[in-house]
Nanobody
Framework: QVQLVESGGGLVQAGGSLRLSCVAS????????MAWFRQGPGKDREFVGG???????????YYADSVKGRFSISRDNAKTTVYLQMNSLKPEDTAVYYC???????????????WGQGTQVTVSS
């Protein structure tokens, strides 16, 4: 059982930046693909970004079109942590952000087995 704990959310003005962290309890963290999802007020949960398991050429990164060029996902296997760097934040980025772990990368939330409790990000205009 993998436990995931997110942190780093908060209130920020439009145009600002935040970095979210997600620490995993599992020492075989490097064997999991990781992803960030978000759920805004009155909206369904949606894919934000994902990062594959570490390979010979480094893990591949994937992003939703709505955040491409503004958000960056990375992982530190030694710290069993995945990060989401969010720049140029917009009010529409306001949501609860969740990290998830799965056996392979997917943009489909149903393919992830483990979830964190979420961290709130609020972007004011």
């Amino acid at each position: 059982q993998v436990q995931l704990v997110e942190s780093g959310g908060g209130l920020v003005q439009a145009g600002g930046s935040l970095r979210l962290s997600c620490v995993a309890s599992e020492q075989t963290f490097n064997m999991y693909a990781m992803a960030w999802f978000r759920q805004g007020p009155g909206k369904d949960r949606e894919f934000v970004g994902g990062i594959g398991r570490t390979g010979r050429t480094g893990p591949r990164e994937y992003y939703a079109d709505s955040v491409k060029g503004r958000f960056s996902i990375s992982r530190d296997n030694a710290k069993t942590t995945v990060y989401l760097q969010m720049n140029s934040l917009k009010p529409e980025d306001t949501a609860v952000y969740y990290c998830a772990a799965g056996n392979y990368y997917s943009h489909n939330q149903n393919d992830y087995d483990y979830w964190g409790q979420g961290t709130q990000v609020t972007v004011s205009s």
